[in-house]
């Protein structure tokens, strides 16, 4: 557990960064139980449509957040991002974004921010993706600090309370949760500014992709809501699936 209310009682003018501080929170607590999307969605909807199905445009809420409805639209945003510069979007596989899911949470958990851990086991996507139940993994991956609230980065902003933000002094102005949508299209335009994630995500050797995020609070910055994301793709052939030994993201439903 950790204190969220170690605020002052006056407003603290603060900013939020991408910096590499977070605060984890309960892995099961702040998630919902079960999800509103399920794996044979995917073969139902593609990044040219899926925002027409109504939960997507719901607002996050961070103490009931839908991770695999999360995931899926980080999944459709960087197809749609793909089919937009002249390439094929590619399949979801679960074992990638089971590969994306617990990289996050292990980023958040162990107060690392990098593609290689010192976790032995951990230590390269292809680890990571062989944890998954991949057996014949051929990762590359595109990591992220995302924020959870409509924020432009490097303003000042003031703490009136948990969860309420805002640029200026009346928190009736306040900074509001991100939608899936918004959250998506915010987290894949940030790696298509940036070259080598930009390489990634556009790169014709990709068959197959899977996305995950988990959320932590920055604890310097009057606890401000983040995820930490990431992008998994499998190179050259497509994913030879084994047993995992690391969980689906919570929520997840096959049907």
């Not at 014949?136 to 000042?156: C, H, M, S």
């Not at 959320?215 to 050259?236: D, L």
Request: glycine fraction near 6%; charge should be negative; proline fraction near 7%.
């Amino acid at each position: 557990m950790f204190c969220i209310f170690l605020l002052p009682v006056q407003p603290q003018e603060l900013h939020a960064g991408n910096d590499e501080l977070g605060y984890p929170v309960d892995r099961v607590e702040h998630a919902r139980s079960e999800s509103l999307w399920s794996a044979r969605m995917y073969e139902l909807y593609t990044h040219r449509d899926y925002e027409q199905y109504p939960p997507f445009s719901q607002a996050l809420n961070f103490t009931d957040i839908d991770y695999p409805l999360l995931h899926a639209a980080l999944f459709y945003e960087s197809n749609r991002a793909r089919v937009s510069e002249g390439l094929d979007a590619l399949p979801w596989n679960i074992n990638l974004e089971i590969t994306a899911y617990n990289h996050s949470l292990f980023m958040v958990e162990s107060y690392e921010f990098a593609h290689y851990s010192g976790d032995s086991r951990r230590r390269s996507p292809n680890n990571r993706g062989s944890l998954a139940g991949i057996t014949n993994p051929q990762v590359t991956e595109n990591i992220a600090i995302n924020f959870a609230l409509d924020y432009e980065e490097g303003r000042k902003f003031y703490v009136h309370d948990v969860d309420l933000y805002s640029y200026d002094n009346n928190p009736a102005n306040s900074l509001k949760p991100l939608t899936y949508i918004g959250f998506a299209k915010n987290a894949v335009n940030l790696w298509m500014e940036s070259f080598g994630h930009r390489k990634n995500l556009l790169s014709p050797n990709a068959v197959e992709m899977g996305a995950g995020a988990f959320f932590y609070r920055e604890a310097n910055s009057g606890y401000f809501p983040k995820f930490r994301t990431t992008q998994n793709f499998q190179w050259w052939t497509p994913v030879i699936p084994g047993e995992s030994r690391d969980p689906l993201p919570p929520g997840f439903r096959l049907e």
